[in-house]
């Protein structure tokens, strides 16, 4: 596989989740029937790529781990998060591969529990 339908393959994953983050941030500000419409568009956009071997994983809400298949931004202390515990609390961008094979690492913002004093 040529490194531009890689790079390609890439940029369409994160464009097609980036687009279906959008539309879940505005439909409560969109007519229904758009809503409906673009909810539907973007299903079939990302059901596209899976049918051909396009893997696009959000890992928000996920354990985290040493060795996940993430790029870790930024930790964050957050009084919610059980002791001891670590889960992914924002993706920013999502893991995309392509046949099992890893493209791209998510890059994420991993959420855990305050260091005690």
């Given at each position: 596989?040529t490194e531009d339908l890689l790079s390609f393959l890439v940029a369409y994953?994160?464009?097609?989740?980036?687009?279906?983050?959008?539309?879940?941030?505005?439909?409560?500000?969109?007519?229904?029937?758009?809503?409906?419409?673009?909810?539907?568009?973007?299903?079939?956009?990302?059901?596209?790529?899976?049918?051909?071997?396009?893997?696009?994983?959000?890992?928000?809400?996920?354990?985290y781990f040493d060795g996940a298949s993430v790029h870790v931004l930024a930790?964050?202390?957050?009084?919610?998060?059980?002791?001891?515990?670590?889960?992914?609390?924002?993706?920013?961008?999502?893991?995309?591969?392509?046949?099992?094979?890893?493209?791209?690492?998510?890059?994420?913002?991993?959420?855990?529990?305050?260091?005690?004093?």
């Open positions: 596989m994953a994160r464009e097609a989740w980036r687009l279906r983050e959008r539309i879940k941030s505005y439909n409560p500000q969109l007519p229904p029937d758009a809503a409906a419409a673009l909810e539907r568009a973007t299903i079939r956009l990302l059901q596209l790529g899976s049918r051909y071997g396009v893997e696009i994983i959000d890992p928000t809400g996920e354990p930790f964050q202390e957050r009084p919610d998060i059980p002791e001891g515990s670590q889960v992914i609390g924002e993706t920013v961008q999502p893991t995309v591969r392509y046949r099992g094979q890893l493209l791209y690492p998510g890059e994420v913002i991993v959420y855990r529990s305050p260091r005690r004093a």
